[in-house]
Each structure stands twice: as structure tokens, then as C-alpha cells.
């Protein structure tokens, strides 16, 4: 695609929604089907692309967790279009009526779900972004325009050309999906400002970009985010569960944002549990940074400082906090968490419940892992993000969550008196 203003962008997006706004749920699923064909056939192509990206991503010495955020693999492109013929298999929720009730007057009100409209994405270095996004996007009716980081361009630049080949194929409009290519700050920023034609905007990515966006923005945004996401082990706890969810929590995949990267202990279980925990740790690689009191229980726990309660750190570093009880422990979780994903390992019925309603985030979990905070594993086929905010939507953001409603009445000649 040949670079465009953002104005032409914004134009050419307009033109598009005028389209996609009438397309049929079957119009809609056949695109989407098409366009997981499209990738898989196109593997070659995007793994070498991805490969640009990779190298260099190296040789500027990212991060291992960020560079795995970027790479593709023929497994990851395999599940970007599997996500696709999901989103084509889920419900169209578009033209949903969710009510519908008669006035004294005789007027019939009710409410229609309907596209949000353009959809702007700002995200990192995750290229499978791309096709989720659009996926959701279309199956909802909206257009979405993508600016994705400078780190992968040439991976984000060919899923857009073979997702916008597949659109032309089907004889729709090839710019229901468009990628601003200049990744420069002031395009960004001036992106974030498009209000004339942009309805929603969506960031994805650390604690500065959503920072950055939110601060900057005068579309309105949708808060997707940044996890620093708490397990709690109570007193009652089944220990070895406890330790199977917490290793998968934090090391099942380190960079992403419904991993754990901070661990609550109930004080009386942190010497039997802990030096077994940091055992299991160790054999990944994870360092620990704790309080005093886990010091004491564990000698492979690193000195804690009060930024690691707050910190996302994408990395193998956990920190572990003790507490009293329960109450100690809720305390601790809502002053330091995003708000994102929260878990209990506990045997006891009150306190799970407590746990539940107490907890102040988009999902909460009882002895369960906070990884399963997905679109994919909620039902909702590939997500756009995860909301930790509560305006518009919250948690996992599937395909309703991309809608508005409006009200449509009937009448049959009524006038206001």
C-alpha cells in the first residue's frame, strides 16, 4: 500500500463503513472464511516478512518476552485464521433487537444493536493483532484503521495487504481495513485526534502507550490493558494446585497482559509453600522479590521494593507479598492492581465469595489461572483487547462489545402534545 494522509485514510474509511453497515451475516462470514484461507496460503510470504522484523527487533536487543510478542510462526498464523473461522461460526450480534416494549400512547421502543462505526487500533509489536481486529471488527460491521509499532511494520504490513486482497476478492471494499504505515509519535498522535472520522479508539499495548493515548486523544478510548495481575494463596489452600496454577500463571507465557506478576500468601502456608514455589520457579527461570516475611520462609527470595507491588513486568520476575488474612490480602490487590485479573486458590467457601465480590477488576478468578482472561477461551473467538475500564465494556471485548444500540420506534401517526 502506497503511504496516505491521514485525511485520505479517514475518507476512504467513511466510504467503507457506508458499505459494511448493509453487508449480510453471510456476506460477512464468507470474507471471513476467505480471509483465513488467504493466510494460510500466504504463510511463506508473512514468515518471511515477520523474519525483517524479528532480526532487527534483535539487533536493537528487545526484550526475549517482546520478541516473542512479534514473532510469527506457522503455528501462530494457523490459529490467526482458525480466529477468523471462529468469528465467522460466533453469532453476528448487528441488528440484534434487545427490547422492545409499547407506551400508553401506542408508540413501540426498542433498542437495535449497531456497528460502532471506524475503529482506530493503536498496538505494539504483536502482528497477531492484525487479523484479530479486523475479524472482529468486520464481523460487527465496523471498519477499522490499524497503527501498529515501527517494530513490526513488514509483519503487519503484509497481513493487511493479504487480508485486503481477500476483501477485493469478495467484491467488497478493500479499505474496511487500512494500516497507517508512518509509525512516527506526531502521526500517532495526530491519529488519536481524528474525530471527524474516527468513532472509537482502541489502544493495545504496555502502561505508556494506553497512557500516552488516554492523554492525548480526543476520540473517544476504550481502555485495554495492562495486567499486573495478582494470585492470592489463602490459608486453605490445596498447595500443590496452587503451585501448578501460579507456574502457569507467570511462565505459560511471560509477556503477555493476564500473566501473573504478583503473588499474595496467607502468612501461615508461606513456609510450607514458598520454598517448594520458588523450587518450581527457579526451574523457569523466574526470580522472586519479596517481603521481609517471605524472606524469612525462602533464602532464594530477592528484597522487594514498593515499585514491584505495582509493576507489570512482562519478565520472569514475580513478587510475593504476605498477609494475615483474607481482608489483608483484598486490601492489597485492589490499591495495587490494573484492574485486570484477580485470583483466589482457596478451599473455603465464604472466603472465595468474598474474593469474588471484593475484588475490584475485569475478571476474577477461584483457583484457576488468570491466562484464561482471552477471547478465545471466554467463547468470544479472537478478542480486540481486554477493557479495564468500565465505560464502554469490560473484560474481554468480543464481538457485542464492538456494537452500539440505538432505539427504534414505531408509530402509526402519533404527534407530542
Known amino acids: 500500500m502506497k503511504n496516505l494522509t491521514l ?3 479517514g475518507k476512504k474509511a467513511r466510504r467503507a463503513k457506508e458499505v459494511l453497515r448493509t453487508l449480510s451475516t ?4 464468507e470474507v471471513l472464511r476467505a480471509s483465513a484461507d488467504a493466510l494460510i496460503s500466504q504463510i511463506e510470504m508473512l514468515l518471511a516478512e515477520n523474519k525483517l522484523d524479528v532480526e532487527q527487533a534483535r539487533k536493537n536487543q528487545m526484550a526475549a518476552a517482546l520478541v516473542d510478542r512479534l514473532q510469527l510462526t506457522e503455528a501462530r498464523i494457523a490459529q490467526m485464521a482458525e480466529g477468523l473461522r471462529q468469528i465467522a461460526d460466533l453469532e453476528d450480534p448487528v441488528g440484534e433487537v434487545l427490547s422492545m416494549k409499547q407506551r400508553p400512547n401506542g408508540l413501540m421502543i426498542g433498542q437495535k444493536r449497531v ?3 471506524v475503529i482506530g487500533i493503536i498496538y505494539e509489536s504483536r502482528p497477531n493483532v492484525t487479523a484479530d481486529a479486523f475479524g472482529l471488527c468486520f464481523k460487527a460491521g465496523n471498519v477499522v484503521i490499524l497503527r501498529g509499532g515501527k517494530d513490526a511494520i513488514h509483519s503487519n504490513s503484509a497481513i493487511t495487504t493479504v487480508l485486503r486482497d481477500a476483501l477485493a476478492k469478495c467484491s467488497l471494499p478493500a479499505d474496511a481495513i487500512q494500516l497507517i504505515t508512518d509509525t512516527s ?3 500517532a498522535e495526530t491519529f488519536m485526534r481524528l474525530n471527524q472520522y474516527v468513532d472509537v479508539l482502541i489502544p493495545r499495548g504496555g502502561a505508556g502507550l494506553i497512557r500516552t493515548v488516554v492523554e492525548h486523544a480526543t476520540v473517544p478510548v476504550i481502555e485495554t490493558g495492562t495486567g499486573n495481575c495478582h494470585i492470592y494463596v489463602d490459608q486453605s489452600a490445596d498447595l500443590s494446585m496452587a503451585m501448578d496454577i501460579i507456574v502457569n500463571a507467570k511462565t505459560q507465557r511471560i509477556g503477555v497482559c493476564n500473566a ?3 503473588l499474595v500468601v ?3 502456608i508461606k513456609d510450607a509453600l514458598l520454598p517448594a514455589l520458588a523450587q518450581r520457579l527457579k526451574e523457569k527461570n523466574v526470580e522472586l522479590r519479596g517481603d521481609e516475611a517471605s524472606r524469612s520462609a525462602c533464602a532464594d527470595i530477592l528484597p522487594a521494593t514498593e515499585e514491584d507491588w505495582g509493576t507489570e513486568y512482562l519478565d520472569y520476575i514475580l513478587s510475593v507479598k504476605t498477609v494475615p488474612g483474607i481482608e489483608e490480602a483484598i486490601s492489597h490487590i485492589n490499591r495495587y492492581n490494573t484492574g485486570h485479573s484477580e485470583a ?7 472466603n472465595s465469595q468474598k474474593f469474588l465480590d471484593e475484588v475490584d477488576a475485569a475478571a476474577v478468578y477461584v483457583n484457576a489461572s488468570t491466562r484464561f482472561t482471552d477471547g478465545f477461551e471466554f467463547g468470544f473467538g479472537a478478542e480486540i483487547g481486554i477493557s479495564t475500564q468500565k465505560l ?3 473484560g474481554p471485548m468480543g464481538l457485542k462489545e464492538l456494537t452500539s444500540t440505538k432505539y427504534i420506534v414505531y408509530g402509526n401517526g402519533q404527534v407530542r402534545p
Open 344 to 350: 483466589i486458590i482457596t478451599n473455603d467457601y465464604h
Open 185 to 187: 509519535h506526531e502521526t
Open 392 to 394: 464502554h465494556a469490560r
Open 26 to 29: 453471510n456476506e460477512k462470514n
Open 260 to 262: 501473573c506478576e504478583s
Open 7 to 9: 485525511e485520505e485514510i
Open 266 to 268: 496467607h502468612q501461615n
Open 115 to 117: 456497528p460502532l462505526g
